[in-house]
Nanobody, 119 residues
Framework: QVQLVESGGGLVQPGGSLRLSCAAS????????MGWYRQVQGKQRDLVAT???????NYADSVKGRFTISRDNAKNTVYLQMSSLKPEDTAVYYC?????????????WGQGTQVTVSS
């Protein structure tokens, strides 16, 4: 079993920055893809960004140029550097890790961390 533990959420003013971290622990599952989704209460969970173990990245259009995803494979950790934050970035941010060794691929989720952008 894999556990994903997020940290780094909080309250920030518009235009500010935050860095989220997500550390994977537990079994030796190979999380080929790791990333972040976010969810506003009452709405669906939306993709923010993903990164493969090889470093290929994918971003939602709404965060391109403002957010940067990265990962440290040795530490099984993925990061999300968020800059130029806007009130509409307010959400619970969830870390995801996908184990492609399983058939079908299996998604592990973190517990979520709240990000609030407000003055």
């Amino acid at each position: 079993q894999v556990q994903l533990v997020e940290s780094g959420g909080g309250l920030v003013q518009p235009g500010g920055s935050l860095r989220l971290s997500c550390a994977a622990s537990g079994s030796n599952a190979r999380l080929y893809v790791m990333g972040w989704y976010r969810q506003v209460q009452g709405k669906q969970r939306d993709l923010v960004a993903t990164v493969t173990s090889g470093g290929s990245t994918n971003y939602a259009d709404s965060v391109k140029g403002r957010f940067t995803i990265s990962r440290d494979n040795a530490k099984n950790t993925v990061y999300l550097q968020m800059s130029s934050l806007k009130p509409e970035d307010t959400a619970v941010y969830y870390c995801i890790g996908t184990d492609y060794a399983q058939v079908p691929p299996y998604d592990y989720w973190g517990q979520g961390t709240q990000v609030t952008v407000s003055s």
